[in-house]
């Protein structure tokens, strides 16, 4: 574990331009209270802010990697009428009243995510890879916990099985305080590393997504 550590650290060694204001000086704390001088100090002025939880293609994300359930999605239909989103396909949608799993709707949310401009269907690491931007871009954005994200993207999302060697070397990381006091590094270091990762994720664009949705997929094969 050690010397794939090590050779993670090498390969994320390329020096990142970080000179950014922070906006939430109050979230500089770990879930230990260990305070964290690495994030007053992040530059994030090239990270997006968050999606807004009512973006359709963040919600179609949701969807496929079972974020979303079936009897979810007639109230969220309609939090999507109200929001301006109207679309034929929304208003069934929100209108079915005996939903009891995610087959009921499967056909309507599929197409209903058509209408609102998705491109369809979305593939499973296209999918996790939209998630991950949007947690990664939370916790810039002091909105989410580091360590508690870092294990959401490892435990729920990602499974264990990363596909790129950012999310690899940030599951990595999130063992490291785990580890016998002999190899285990000061833990603000680790978070430094954590931040540094979150900030490349957040910054992933749709083509560098779909680009490794591709790869991954003809990987596979």
């Given at each position: 574990m050690l010397r794939r550590?090590?050779?993670?650290?090498?390969?994320?060694?390329?020096?990142?331009?970080?000179?950014?204001?922070?906006?939430?000086?109050?979230?500089?704390?770990?879930?230990?209270?260990?305070?964290?001088?690495?994030?007053?100090?992040l530059d994030r002025s090239n990270v997006p802010p968050p999606d807004p939880p009512l973006?359709?293609?963040?919600?179609?994300?949701?969807?496929i990697s079972d974020g979303l359930y079936g009897e979810q999605m007639p109230a969220l239909a309609a939090d999507l009428l109200e929001a301006g989103y109207e679309t034929p396909t929304l208003i069934r949608l929100a209108g079915e009243m005996n939903v009891n799993s995610t087959a009921d709707v499967e056909p309507l949310v599929s197409k209903a995510f058509q209408e609102l401009g998705v491109r369809w269907p979305l593939s499973e690491v296209t999918a996790k890879l939209i998630i991950t931007r949007q947690i990664a871009r939370e916790v810039?954005?002091?909105?989410?916990?580091?360590?508690?994200?870092?294990?959401?993207?490892?435990?729920?999302?990602?499974?264990?099985?990363?596909?790129?060697?950012?999310?690899?070397?940030?599951?990595?990381?999130?063992?490291?305080?785990?580890?016998?006091?002999?190899?285990?590094?000061?833990?603000?270091?680790?978070?430094?590393?954590?931040?540094?990762?979150?900030?490349?994720?957040?910054?992933?664009?749709?083509?560098?997504?779909?680009?490794?949705?591709?790869?991954?997929?003809?990987?596979?094969?």
């Open positions: 550590l090590l050779k993670l650290l090498n390969a994320q060694s390329e020096p990142l331009s970080l000179h950014l204001e922070i906006a939430s000086p109050e979230r500089t704390h770990l879930l230990d209270g260990t305070s964290t001088k690495a994030f007053k100090e973006t359709p293609l963040l919600l179609a994300a949701r969807w810039i954005a002091g909105q989410r916990d580091l360590l508690r994200a870092a294990s959401d993207i490892k435990v729920w999302l990602w499974r264990w099985l990363p596909t790129t060697s950012d999310l690899e070397f940030l599951l990595v990381l999130n063992d490291e305080p785990s580890w016998n006091d002999e190899y285990q590094r000061y833990i603000p270091a680790i978070a430094n590393d954590q931040l540094e990762t979150f900030v490349r994720l957040a910054c992933l664009t749709d083509e560098q997504i779909a680009s490794e949705s591709q790869r991954s997929a003809s990987t596979m094969k």
